[in-house]
């Protein structure tokens, strides 16, 4: 009866094999030993990392422009949790505790690190923090490759290996094992991991990798034994499609997305809107779903450019009693922060102005990064 339960789970990766082909994939998934857990983003956190914008890879204008979202973001998490903010280096440390006092900012629970970075993407460079089997906090150092070697890389890449040496944390160290950006998956606390395969199994990242090896990694290394793939599309922006950007585990039983001509703007394929709306818990349960909109207009940046395009608000990061959410000054901010609310009563959703950072690609999740308790 396992075998047949886990078969059902694999079908999409084992509907070309057949025979001892089929039951050796099996074997191989079910006899991979659960290493370390991942506790869920809302799980309690000893802290959010930020890594703050600076001048010296894109210029002033794009570390000035950036500024105020990163204040907002420190403003609203240090009222229940430490913020860890990145310093590229002393005179980047200097100034950003001067915008900070400047705003009325405590710097009380504010803990600055120094290292040399190359971009603002915690959520996909930064550590992914673990239980081993003793319940002990672990980092995790996946490989990060610039998504692929579309942007510099080799500083953020070093920045899991210098915060555990830092914390005297011990590390376990996956960059000869598998690429794989924080951003790229989403797991639900209780077993089951969702991503797109072109932004995991793409040449890009992890050349001739298989669905199976990929699964066996995330089963030990990450604790979850289901999975729900979509296919996602390769060369949608930098990312190839990660998941966060339209599809989140809101909490065991919800999976916070769009309606399905949202996904269809958003190029989601419709194959895997099909999947997405049909997915079920490791237990073989639907999920819930809630669906935020899109903004209403296309968004515009504080300094008067129109992007051209809508900005979506799944992109959302749950903190101990806060939740911010990307906000665009656009009809839709109050429409989605009263979704998101509604999942989270208990927690004060705050929306983010996130216009400038959405013109260089991103939102919220993508630039914080949690470590539990």
């Known amino acids: 009866m396992k075998k047949l339960f886990f078969t059902l789970l694999l079908i999409p990766l084992i509907s070309s094999c057949q025979g001892d082909e089929m039951n050796t994939i099996i074997d191989k998934i079910e006899n991979t030993e659960v290493m370390y857990t991942m506790p869920e983003e809302s799980a309690p956190h000893e802290g959010t990392w930020l890594q703050w914008p600076h001048q010296y890879q ?151 990798m298989t669905q199976e090896q990929a699964e066996a990694n995330f089963k030990k290394y990450l604790g979850t034994t289901h999975f729900i793939w979509l296919d996602g599309k390769a060369g949608r922006e930098i990312t190839d499609m990660h998941i966060d950007g339209f599809a989140r585990f809101g909490n065991k039983n919800t999976i916070v997305t769009m309606n399905e001509n949202d996904l269809l703007y958003w190029e989601v394929p419709q194959n895997d809107i099909s999947t997405l709306y049909n997915s079920k818990d490791k237990n073989g349960k639907n999920y819930t779903f809630l669906k935020l909109p899109l903004s209403k207009n296309n968004v515009v940046t504080t300094y008067g450019k129109n992007l051209g395009y809508k900005g979506p608000y799944v992109n959302f990061y749950i903190g101990n009693t806060v939740v911010l959410v990307p906000n665009y000054n656009d009809p839709n901010d109050v429409v989605a922060n009263q979704l998101i609310q509604s999942l989270y009563p208990t927690r004060k959703v705050i929306g983010i102005d996130v216009r400038n950072l959405y013109a260089n690609g991103g939102m919220i999740h993508c630039v914080t990064q949690q470590q539990p308790k």
Request: proline share 2%; aromatic share 8%; hydrophobic share 35%.
């Open 58 to 208: 894109y210029g002033t204008d794009y570390r000035n422009d950036l500024d105020a979202t990163w204040i907002a973001m420190t403003k609203s998490l240090i009222t229940s949790e430490k913020v860890f903010i990145v310093a590229y280096d002393s005179t980047e440390k200097n100034r950003i505790e001067a915008l900070l006092q400047e705003s009325g900012i405590s710097l009380s629970s504010i803990e600055f690190k120094i290292y040399k970075t190359d971009d603002v993407w915690v959520r996909d460079n930064g550590p992914i923090y673990v239980k081993d089997k003793n319940n002990q906090l672990v980092i995790q150092d996946w490989g990060f490759n610039g998504w692929g070697k579309k942007a510099a890389f080799q500083n953020c890449d070093m920045i899991p290996s210098q915060i555990a040496s830092d914390q005297k944390i011990s590390i376990v160290d996956l960059n000869k094992t598998m690429i794989n950006e924080g951003g790229a998956v989403e797991i639900d606390g209780n077993g089951t991991l969702m991503a797109t395969k072109s932004s995991i199994l793409n040449s890009n990242r992890n050349p001739s």
